[in-house]
């Protein structure tokens, strides 16, 4: 489910503009979920924290690679984590929705003719 949402992940709701105050509006990838496959709530609120986190976890996987101190730090990755975990969030699956968004990003940069070097550098970052 989380793989065929990610092409709508980049998307912004032209509703959203129009909201001034009150509860933001939900990510594009969340209404096709809900309204076009009738996904369940809690998979609904998972797609939703992945659309919210994806900075914070791009952001986190860049300061680890680049081998910064945030990095390092058990306690930070801890928190970090235990935020994306509220109201059982499933922080794994919101690394996952990451890590498919950054496949897709990255797919021009793929080489059909070498594919298992594709996959080793876009997983290596990861890893």
Not at 59 to 75: N, T, Y
Not at 81 to 103: C, F, M, N, P, Y
């Amino acid at each position: 489910m989380l793989a065929s949402l990610v092409p709508y992940a980049h998307l912004n709701d032209p509703r959203a503009d129009a909201l001034t105050k009150g509860r933001p509006s939900l990510p594009v990838a969340t209404t096709v979920a809900r309204e076009g496959a009738k996904a369940p709530n809690k998979l609904c609120d998972v797609i939703t924290a992945a659309h919210r986190n994806h900075s914070e976890i791009l952001g986190l996987k860049k300061d680890v690679c680049a081998g910064r101190e945030i990095g390092s730090q058990r306690d930070t990755l801890g928190m970090t984590i235990r935020k994306w975990e509220g109201r059982e969030l499933h922080w794994k699956l919101q690394v996952l929705s990451t890590i498919l968004l950054d496949a897709m990003d990255h797919l021009s940069d793929f080489d059909i003719n070498n594919v298992s070097r594709g996959c080793h550098d876009l997983l290596s970052g990861w890893q």
